[in-house]
């Protein structure tokens, strides 16, 4: 059985996913959630042998098996995804030193807010979120965006 390449992903991700107001949700939802799902993860309790390098955790340990996805995924997708990633947990650790609401609340609610907000945009399209069919579709929505950002720049990802 062979891979899917990322645009029989893209395709398929898309059949749902073609209404403007859907997709201009899921352009401020989908970053947004994977920002507060790595900050959820950040709060976790660690293992104290964590402790002997700094910032591991379970959203930097779960990173690297995201990016590993978009590794098998393309090369060059994995790149501006990772960089992402990264720039999402330097969001969260500069958050942490702040003296604000606890990162676990924040995330918490807005993860809430965020997936309302998706399951509008879903309700407005008429289509079920794609990862009730494959749970995989988490990734690829983040992917599917990076996509566009490439296909814009003229950047090929296959």
């Known amino acids: 059985?062979?891979?899917?390449?990322?645009?029989?992903?893209?395709?398929?991700?898309?059949?749902s996913h073609q209404n403007p107001t859907n997709k201009f949700i899921h352009w401020i939802c989908v970053p947004l959630i994977f920002i507060v799902i790595m900050g959820l993860l950040w709060e976790?309790?660690?293992?104290?042998?964590?402790?002997?390098?700094?910032?591991?955790?379970?959203?930097?340990?779960?990173?690297?098996?995201?990016?590993?996805?978009?590794?098998?995924?393309?090369?060059?997708?994995?790149?501006?995804?990772?960089?992402?990633?990264?720039?999402?947990?330097?969001?969260?650790?500069?958050?942490e030193q702040l003296d604000a609401a606890p990162l676990w609340l924040v995330c918490a609610v807005s993860f809430v807010v965020l997936w309302i907000f998706q399951f509008i945009g879903h309700h407005i399209e008429g289509q079920?979120?794609?990862?009730?069919k494959d749970i995989q579709f988490l990734l690829i929505g983040p992917a599917w965006l990076m996509g566009f950002i490439y296909r814009r720049l003229g950047i090929p990802y296959s």
């Open 1 to 15: 059985m062979s891979r899917k390449t990322a645009d029989q992903w893209f395709g398929e991700y898309g059949e």
């Open 44 to 95: 976790l309790p660690v293992p104290a042998a964590f402790n002997a390098i700094p910032y591991l955790n379970w959203a930097t340990l779960s990173a690297l098996l995201v990016v590993a996805f978009y590794l098998r995924l393309s090369f060059s997708l994995a790149i501006g995804l990772g960089l992402f990633t990264f720039a999402s947990c330097a969001l969260l650790a500069w958050y």
């Open 128 to 132: 079920k979120p794609s990862f009730f």
